[in-house]
């Protein structure tokens, strides 16, 4: 409690400690569900994501854990994933300039990846899970970046992740009056959609994969009004 009063007080964007559960639709119909679990361990972050769903028949889950800093900038990250009869693991630990994935999921080895021209600040966003997404309003409004360089552990692959000041989505329905958006360009642009007083994640758009993630329940925080 001391340490969520010092950062309201400082105005410094925090992750609040509860448990989030989200919904994920694929072309409308139901694909997945996720449960996120914010600890705090000291300055430390803990975001813990539970995964399970399915895609042309086939059961997947995953499960990730991102470690934050007191600048909320990563510091490590550990993923376990299944589908069919398939399992990987990758972990990621991370410097402010620097990152270097390991694991049964890294082909390449032990490689590090570098930060992207103009950028000062890694995020760690593995598609298909949503622990990275939910961790991105505070960040960003922590740091104050328009761009970042975004990491997709699976794949050992990093690019620039920018927001797009020009971009105006129409609020969907089901989005809360008072959230804010964040719009990112790139080969996928996707929306968040969050709760400006807790940076919480209410609903995440990834239009040209038709996928929709929908904030369902909280515990320890009060849940969005509609």
Known sequence: MTLTLAAVAAGTPFLSPGTYQYTASLNGQPA???????????????????????????????????????????????G??????QKATVTVALTPT??????????GGS??????????????????????LFALPAQLESWKDPAVTAIAPMSEHAEVLA?????????????????????FG??????????????????VIVPMQHV???RTRSTGLAPPQY
């Open 32 to 78: 997945a569900t996720s449960t996120i679990t914010v600890a705090r361990t000291g300055n430390a972050t803990d975001i813990n994501e539970d995964s399970a769903g399915s895609l042309a028949g086939m059961r997947l889950s995953g499960k990730a854990v991102l470690v934050l800093g007191a600048d909320l900038a990563p510091t490590q990250y550990n």
């Open 98 to 107: 620097s990152a270097t994935i390991a694991g049964s999921a890294a082909a």
């Open 186 to 203: 790139g080969r996928f642009p996707f929306t968040i959609w969050y709760d400006p007083a807790t940076f919480v994640p209410d609903e």
């Open 111 to 132: 490689q590090p990846l570098a930060l992207s021209p103009n950028t000062r600040h890694f995020v760690v966003i593995e598609p298909g899970l949503l622990a990275g």
């Open 163 to 183: 927001t797009d000041p020009a971009s105006a989505p129409a609020r969907p329905s089901d989005v809360p009056a008072q959230d804010a958006v964040l719009s």
């Open 212 to 214: 929709v993630i929908t």
């Open 80 to 85: 376990s994933y299944e589908s069919a009869a």
